[in-house]
């Protein structure tokens, strides 16, 4: 029962456009949202977070937003950029008994020059 | 940021044998260490969290008497998977929260170790 899901295996943006990428949840205990960037080989490293109580979050070129009654949230990177080239993974926190992370499966961007 | 480093980044073995994988954090003290295992084209599923110093908790579905986890210092958590067969063949990943750590974010990531069972 897959929780946290992204749809979208792969996206490919030029670069300079808007890259967005989709994540669905079906637990309402959720209360805190990541995205994680993956490099080949590397782990992931924390990009951008948001909290149940905001709808949008923004660093630099990236922006979270969150639509808590569609259970959705979406991440925003504009404009892209070739060394954002990357997976992304959204995970949630359950903020329910477990307090632990669920992860999504990935969506593999690619930012063509 | 904080670095965590995984040894070895690849094992290959027969089956029957047991394998045992290092997470270290290089620079800060992790109270916390998660294990994660991920299978191709699927999310990254927890396995377990260990504590320094106390016993690991297990997920449902992870058998603790297969996949040792030790968490003996402030920086190395071992995953040992005993017995290993094929259908254990999997990437593993380990993440590490650092003693003072707030926020879900400041959990870091280690590289990974790809294990193949023959």
């Known amino acids: 029962d897959q929780q946290v899901k992204q749809n979208s295996p792969s996206l490919s943006v030029q670069e300079g456009r808007i890259s967005i990428l989709n994540c669905d949840y079906t637990n309402s205990m959720f209360d805190y949202f990541l995205w994680y960037k993956k490099y080949p080989a590397e782990g992931p490293t924390f990009l951008i977070s948001i909290s149940s109580i905001k709808d949008k979050n923004e660093d630099g070129r990236f922006t979270v937003f969150l639509n808590k009654s569609a259970k959705h949230l979406s991440l925003h990177i504009v404009p892209s950029q070739p060394g954002d080239s990357a997976v992304y993974f959204c995970?949630?926190?359950?903020?329910?008994?477990?307090?632990?992370?669920?992860f999504g499966t990935g969506t593999l961007l690619a930012v063509q020059p | 940021g904080a670095v965590v480093s995984q040894h070895p980044s690849r094992v290959i073995c027969k089956s029957g044998t047991s394998v045992k994988i290092e997470c270290r954090s290089l620079?800060?003290?992790?109270?916390?260490m998660f294990w994660y295992r991920q299978f191709p084209k699927q999310s990254l599923m927890l396995m377990a969290t260990s504590n320094e110093g106390s016993k690991a908790t297990y997920e449902q579905g992870v058998e603790k008497d297969k996949f040792l986890i030790n968490h003996a210092s402030l920086t190395l958590s071992t995953l040992t998977v005993t017995s290993a067969h094929p259908e254990d063949s999997s990437f593993y990943i380990c993440s590490a929260r650092e003693r003072r750590a707030r926020q879900y974010n400041e959990q870091f990531f280690g590289p990974g170790t790809r294990l193949t069972v023959l």
């Open positions: 620079d800060f003290q992790a109270t916390t």
């Open positions: 995970a949630a926190r359950d903020g329910g008994a477990t307090n632990k992370l669920i």
